[in-house]
């Protein structure tokens, strides 16, 4: 699987857009791009995930740069509650299992 | 429906001992997979059981073995507990094997002392 390249941190105001960004230079055709969130002490959370076309859900968005290469997710009005590392993963759906490889994540922290 | 549940959450080991943790998968999920995340690092692929089958596994050593029971549900043992062991355990089940939309437990934090 792709490795992938998040900043180790970001802030963000509370009421406003975070923007997460991840680098995954090496995406083959067949890698989706997920990401999924920690709270803290809690187990992770799916946030979403897509192939080539951007993608919305409740959450959030995803959006993905035309060569793949890159990706960001979106919390269109971060809360306190989004204060959370979050994951960017790079997986081929077609290997066996589900095996996430987590990197370090960004932490994200939301002020008031 | 119910979500992933785990037990115990937290338990405390001397090193060289034997632990069992436990996993109870959502319901209607038949695929379990184990990850082990030390402190202020991402989750690390443990293992994966699909339909009673192991069906994957990451790099642990042998003394990491599991089990999953015909209602899905599964266990983590560890043998011969080290110190590097101690770490929060985190157990997640899908849907379906392939399926990469994943959802985690609470996970069980283990401290060997």
């Known amino acids: 699987d792709a490795k992938t390249t998040q900043p180790t941190s970001m802030d963000c105001a509370e009421g406003r857009a975070a923007n997460l960004p991840c680098n995954h230079s090496?995406?083959?055709?067949?890698?989706?791009v997920y990401w999924y969130r920690q709270i803290h002490s809690q187990g992770p959370q799916y946030i979403i995930h897509?192939?080539?076309n951007n993608e919305t859900n409740e959450m959030a968005s995803l959006i993905i740069t035309e060569d793949r290469k890159s990706s960001t997710l979106i919390l269109p009005h971060a809360t306190l509650r989004d204060t959370a590392v979050y994951y960017c993963?790079?997986?081929?759906?077609?290997?066996?299992?589900?095996?996430?490889?987590f990197g370090k994540g960004t932490s994200l922290l939301v002020t008031p | 429906e119910t979500g992933v549940t785990q037990s115990p959450t937290h338990l405390i080991k001397t090193r060289g001992q034997q632990v069992t943790l436990r996993c109870s998968s959502q319901?209607?999920?038949?695929?379990v997979s184990w990850y082990q995340q030390a402190l202020g690092q991402g989750p690390q692929f443990i293992f994966q059981?699909?339909?009673?089958?192991?069906?994957g596994r990451g790099n642990f050593p042998p003394r990491f073995s599991g089990l999953q029971f015909p209602n899905y549900s599964s266990e983590l043992n560890v043998n011969a507990l080290e110190l590097d062991d101690s770490a929060l355990y985190l157990c997640?089940?899908?849907?379906?094997?392939?399926?990469?939309?994943?959802?985690f437990g609470q996970g069980t934090r283990l401290t060997v002392v």
């Open positions: 059981y699909y339909r009673e089958e192991e069906n």
């Open positions: 319901s209607g999920h038949n695929t």
């Open positions: 997640a089940s899908s849907l379906a094997w392939g399926q990469t939309e994943a959802f």
């Open positions: 993963i790079v997986r081929d759906r077609s290997n066996s299992g589900y095996a996430l490889n």
């Open positions: 090496t995406i083959s055709g067949n890698e989706y």
């Open positions: 897509g192939l080539k």
